[in-house]
């Protein structure tokens, strides 16, 4: 029973940490603006108006609409926070006397006061410049210091509050906790946060097939560096919801259970991503080769089902969803350095004990769909993406895990 503890602990503590860097790294990417971008795309999405491959992976977003953004956990961002106090929509007074305290700090109300007076000394002559006349420039001087700007410079964060506060709502409900918006953003780290918890659960259950449980444990540790490094170029939310699925899978296939709760998998990870739904129909094919009668018709429908539904998807039920990038990437991928860098990054440790598959039955029928995985991601996406290939890393991480600990015992011994 302890150890089920530590082990669901351990999953809720690193899903946390991964989970807080990448909403540091996605709800940020474009400052406050990439939240209102991010708003805007879910609501496309949901509304079945937005572009294509997304789109044809909608599930996760109506996940948020319907429940993560009705339980939304709040994350600590300290760029949001900042501006969201700078812009006085934090009344706490701890928060107004930071201000206060920073301001001073750093531009004393004597040094702001000098700088008043150097604009407005500014500011007449080049009134004077325009008018050539000193009455008028008196006139016109006076009308520009009844609107109060020196004030500006005696307490910004008033006059920022203020001017805040006349905007619309549409641009001010990213600083209202309780908005639409903000529960739509910390609703999507919310289920990003479960289905890392449960991504790393699932290792766990995965390496415990084929290592011993310390390995399987530490495993948990490892993988999380792959899921943080990840979020370095991340876009679709869908991929942690689709890879507990693809994790799922392989545990299924390898535990050889029955063909039907293998196709029910399939059809639900055809709604999240048809692309892994597929491979995963490829492994199951593969390790049960060769087919007898019994199994062909079983291979052929797990396998024809995330096909079909890759077309229905894109002729018939989002048939005006059109691609936001081309759909083609090879050349991007081939002229692009860090298509070729990071790849090689992230598979540099799993691929020196790649021979080792060879001696695992279950590797031994079933790696070649790494090839086609691959090269369908080098031709149709941006291999400088990472998370793309996290399937393959999950898929091959006990070999990593064995490997490593098996050298370092025997170097050890």
């Excluded at 509050?161 to 739509?184: G, M, R």
């Excluded at 310390?214 to 170029?233: C, E, N, P, R, T």
């Excluded at 007898?292 to 002729?315: C, E, G, H, W």
């Amino acid at each position: 029973m302890r150890k089920i503890i530590v082990l669901i602990l351990t999953a809720l503590v690193l899903a946390y940490f991964v989970t807080s860097i990448g909403f540091w790294l996605v709800e940020n990417v474009f400052s406050l603006g990439g939240r209102f971008f991010f708003y805007y795309s879910h609501n496309m999405y949901v509304e079945g108006k937005g572009p294509a491959p997304n789109q044809y992976r909608f599930v996760p977003y109506l996940l948020v609409e319907k429940f993560f953004k009705h339980i939304p956990m709040r994350w600590y961002c300290s760029p949001y926070l900042t501006v969201k106090r700078w812009a006085g929509f934090d009344n706490n007074p701890s928060a107004v006397l930071d201000n206060k305290l920073n301001l001073d700090s750093y531009l004393s109300l004597e040094d702001r006061d000098k700088l008043a007076n150097d604009v407005g000394g500014f500011i007449k002559e080049k009134l004077l410049e325009i008018t050539n006349n000193v009455m008028t420039t008196n006139i016109l001087l006076n009308i520009v210091n009844n609107l109060g700007w020196k004030t500006w410079f005696q307490d910004p964060f008033e006059f920022v509050s203020k001017l805040i506060k006349q905007l619309p709502y549409e641009f001010t409900q990213v600083f209202d906790d309780k908005s639409d918006l903000n529960k739509v953003i910390y609703g999507y780290a919310t289920m990003r946060f479960f289905a890392t918890i449960g991504v790393l659960l699932l290792l766990y259950f995965w390496m415990r097939t084929l290592c011993n449980e310390l390995v399987s444990y530490l495993s948990m540790f490892a993988y999380s560096i792959f899921l943080a490094f990840s979020y370095g170029d991340f876009l679709q939310q869908e991929f942690h919801v689709s890879l507990l699925l693809f994790i799922l899978g392989v545990i299924l296939i390898y535990k050889r259970k029955p063909w039907w709760s293998i196709f029910i998998l399939v059809v639900i990870q055809s709604f999240v991503r048809t692309d892994h739904a597929f491979f995963i129909a490829v492994i199951y094919g593969l390790y049960n080769f060769p087919w007898n009668k019994d199994r062909v018709p079983k291979i052929v429908s797990v396998t024809i089902f995330p096909i079909l539904m890759t077309y229905l998807l894109a002729k018939v039920i989002f048939p005006n969803a059109t691609y936001y990038t081309p759909l083609i990437r090879i050349k991007d991928n081939l002229s692009d350095p860090w298509a070729w860098v990071y790849p090689a990054i992230f598979f540099a440790l799993p691929l020196i004990f790649v021979q080792k598959i060879r001696k695992i039955e279950f590797y031994k029928k079933t790696w070649s769909w790494i090839l086609p995985f691959i090269a369908m991601n080098a031709l149709v996406a941006l291999t400088r993406e990472v998370r793309l290939f996290l399937p393959v890393v999950a898929y091959l991480f006990p070999l990593l895990l064995n490997g490593i600990f098996s050298l370092y015992n025997t170097n050890e011994n």
